[in-house]
């Protein structure tokens, strides 16, 4: 579904293209015009259509996926999303940056290797999820067990007391977990064995490569406050007048990265306690009279320096010594 807009003119009815057809039509526009900007929200189609959109000459952006019916109609469709879209296209391209907001399109080197590491993440889900289908089964039958119940030790015990019919139908889940399990395990150890030797004690070999992929160059943020917007642990505001009011972290950006660097930061707190980004939140850390409420934000705040102090180091912006860091492998 396409809209066009001829030099700040009104939007043009709707059309609809195969995807053949389109790329056709947009070379003819590319023809017909000095300079063609379109748009498309990020999705399940990926950047390919971005990149064959580049080469013929557009200039085209992928922008984050929003609900257009900014006046709540509750019309809402194909047609009415790409003329909203096709009118904040145009007044993005006049100057205005806040009318879109922008996606960053990855090379294809680095959108390989962070699919790698997405696929072990989902292979992880899809552990853990056959994993409880299998406890709630034996659940529903009287019997409650944990995580492993699908282990070798733990099913020679359950083999012996369970119902033939239930064994059966649990061997359905155990095989396929055998199989995920050993997919999981290989991946894990691919992506860990990317990593350089030389790193700061706690960050393991896969933190180090999911950190990695999911932020791909480290060079494209300018100052501490994009890295930190990017990994969405900044805390919200909500202020209007004399009223300001703290708000939680925002959870805006990338939340593989957010979740990595607060795993992170956990681990930090045990391998790196003489850490000045440690040593700060010792009192909130280690108090035995602090909540896990202040605890827990402790614990994000270290997240959030954290991805500073990695974004400077990854840049040659400072050295590990300068952090405090014990480096392992040097």
Request: hydrophobic residues 40%; proline residues 5%; aromatic residues 8%.
């Amino acid at each position: 579904m396409v809209v066009r807009i001829l030099d700040h003119s009104a939007p043009q009815p709707a059309q609809t293209f195969t995807p053949a057809k389109f790329l056709e039509w947009v070379q003819a526009q590319v023809k017909l015009a000095d300079v063609v900007h379109t748009c498309y929200e990020a999705g399940p189609f990926g950047y390919g259509l971005h990149r064959d959109l580049v080469k013929f000459g557009v200039q085209n952006v992928v922008v984050q996926p929003v609900c257009l019916d900014e006046r709540h109609t509750g019309v809402n469709h194909d047609k009415s999303d790409a003329k909203e879209l096709a009118q904040r296209l145009d007044r993005y391209a006049c100057g205005n940056r806040d009318a879109l907001a922008t996606v960053r399109v990855p090379t294809p080197e680095q959108e390989q290797k962070r699919i790698a590491s997405r696929q072990r993440e989902q292979l992880k889900r899809e552990v853990a999820r056959l994993a409880a289908q299998g406890r709630s089964l034996l659940l529903t039958q009287g019997y409650r067990e944990k995580k492993g119940w699908w282990g070798q030790r733990r099913w020679v015990e359950l083999y012996a007391k369970l119902p033939a019919w239930l064994t059966e139908r649990l061997e359905v889940f155990r095989r396929l977990l055998a199989i995920l399990t050993a997919e999981l395990t290989a991946a894990t150890a691919v992506l860990a064995a990317t990593a350089p030797d030389v790193r700061p004690k706690g960050m393991g070999g896969l933190t180090f490569a999911v950190v990695e992929r999911e932020v791909g160059d480290w060079n494209r943020f300018l100052n501490r406050r994009q890295v930190g917007s990017y990994t969405g642990l900044c805390g919200g505001i909500s202020a209007s007048g004399n009223s300001r009011q703290l708000l939680p972290i925002t959870k805006h950006g990338n939340v593989r990265l957010r979740t990595a660097l607060v795993e992170l930061a956990w681990r930090m707190v045990l391998w790196q306690p003489d850490c000045p980004l440690v040593t700060k939140w010792r009192s909130a850390l280690f108090d035995p009279k602090t909540t896990r409420a202040r605890r827990k934000k402790a614990v994000v705040a270290i997240a959030r320096q954290l991805a500073v102090d990695i974004w400077r180091w990854r840049t040659g912006r400072i050295q590990p010594e300068t952090l405090g860091w014990q480096m392992i492998g040097a």
